[in-house]
Structures are given as C-alpha cells and as structure tokens.
C-alpha cells in the first residue's frame, strides 16, 4: 500500500488521539445546574443549551442581561423564510419603515419614517450588512411588532 494512501487515516488518527487526550477539567456551575470548564470565556454571559431537551450544558454569567444581536437577525431571516415559503410574504412585496424600525441604532443602513424597500433589499440587508432597521421593518411586517 502506498504512503499516500494512508495519510488520511494517520492524521484523522492523531487528532483523535490528541482530542480524546486533552484535560475535560470541570466544576459545578453557579446552582450546580450546568459545568463550567477549567477555563473562562472572553464574554460577559454565554449559555449552551441542548435544543432538543433545554439542558442547560454550559453557562457563564447567565443572568448578565444582553441585548439581542445576530442570532436575533437570524431568526427573523428564519421567519422571512418561512413565510415566504408558505405563501405570506413574496421577495418582490414593498415594506414600508415605520418610526420604531428607523429609530434602531447600532447596525443600520439608516433607513427613514415611510421610506419603502422589497422585502429582497431588507433581507439582503438585515443578512449582509446586520441592519437592525430592517430586521425590524421585516418583523413588523410579518408579526405587527418587533417583539
């Protein structure tokens, strides 16, 4: 067999080896609901929760309240693609920024009371640029309001 061949094994073995022999040093978390690892995260709060059951797995500073960032956008996108999907909203309909959409701060592309965009621009720019002024217009457009 030739050495190239093997290669890929041998690497894919050393790694293996090499993770499974890292430290995994552990303590009981704030309550002693979740472990926190040997090391602290450079972020004032993180929480890993298991989806599928809501288990919290890790938690650091979990109180500290934290305004909503990307993973927000991402879920409106979540929702703007579902309704697409299903039929409610098409890319080519026309959202109108209301007073609180324009209001955001933060990443924005400065979008003005009563200026109007497709629904394509907003999400091309709530994806690209992390616009919080249109994440806002789309989800007022599909739910009433950002909350």
């Known amino acids: 067999m030739c050495i190239h061949n093997l290669r890929i094994p041998i690497l894919a073995l050393i790694l293996t080896l090499l993770l499974t022999a890292l430290p995994l040093s552990v303590t009981a978390a704030e309550g002693g609901s979740a472990p926190v690892p040997a090391f602290t995260p450079n972020c004032k709060s993180a929480v890993l929760m298991e989806a599928s059951t809501g288990r919290i797995l890790y938690a650091h500073n979990p109180a500290e309240a934290m305004p909503p960032a990307s993973v927000t956008k991402i879920m409106t996108l979540l929702l703007v693609a579902e309704a697409v999907d299903g039929g409610v909203l098409r ?42 002024d249109c994440a806002v217009a789309l989800a007022e457009h599909l739910c009433g309001s950002e909350e």
């Open 91 to 132: 890319l080519n309909d026309t959202l109108t920024c209301s007073p609180r959409a324009a209001s955001m701060g933060g990443s924005q592309i400065w979008l003005e009371v009563g200026e109007t965009m497709t629904a394509d621009e907003l999400v091309k720019a709530a994806a690209v640029v992390s616009a919080n």
